[in-house]
């Protein structure tokens, strides 16, 4: 209800807070969809990034708001936008397992061989850190390439196989991971 006096009276609804968060950007993060509805109508955009390159659409990704996601797609939000360390909507959706998520960005035209700028991980290999064996099914029907190493050499079988990820391990060898490569 707040949020709607504040608009009526002419409130900007892409006003950045010292971190350059927004309203939308906080309501993401939150889980608050009517509020990032109403932001949306108000002129929220959705683009709009922290000062560490966080958008609404990496939060709600990143905490499994799937109808927020919808909304902020619908509206426009950049699919394969990044944060300053480079990592994407995608990488976080499937590093939490959100397969729902997964899915909508990879509809939306998500890029599922993305390596963030720090450490060169893939959205493949973050789900690989926990097994999400349904999110990385996703992305190797995608075209996702196993094989892909980040900065210390590791592949996502690699990360799979330390961590005991035995299911993980089956799909990408299934789908033709190289079990040769090195560190």
Do not use: H, W
């Not at 996601?69 to 499937?94: I, R």
């Not at 973050?126 to 592949?155: H, M, V, W």
Request: net charge negative; charged share 15%.
């Amino acid at each position: 209800r707040a949020c709607r006096i504040l608009l009526r009276r002419g409130a900007d609804p892409n006003l950045q807070a010292i971190d350059g968060a927004t309203a939308g950007i906080y309501a993401s993060y939150s889980g608050y969809t009517k509020i990032v509805r109403l932001l949306l109508k108000k002129g929220f955009d959705p683009n709009m990034q922290t000062l560490d390159g966080m958008s609404a659409l990496m939060m709600a990704s990143q905490n499994g708001f799937t109808e927020i996601v919808q909304l902020l797609l619908d509206n426009g939000a950049n699919v394969n936008l990044q944060a300053a360390d480079g990592f994407t909507s995608l990488m976080l959706a499937s590093q939490n397992g959100y397969t729902g998520i997964v899915n909508l960005l990879l509809e939306k035209g998500a890029k599922v061989d993305i390596q963030d700028s720090n450490t060169k991980t893939t959205a493949l290999i973050q789900s690989s850190l926990s097994g999400f064996t349904d999110a990385a099914t996703l992305l190797l029907i995608r075209g996702a390439n196993p094989d892909l190493q980040d900065k210390e050499g590791a592949t996502a079988l690699i990360t799979a196989s330390l961590t005991g990820q035995s299911d993980f391990v089956k799909l990408l060898l299934d789908y033709g991971a190289d079990t040769n490569i090195k560190c």
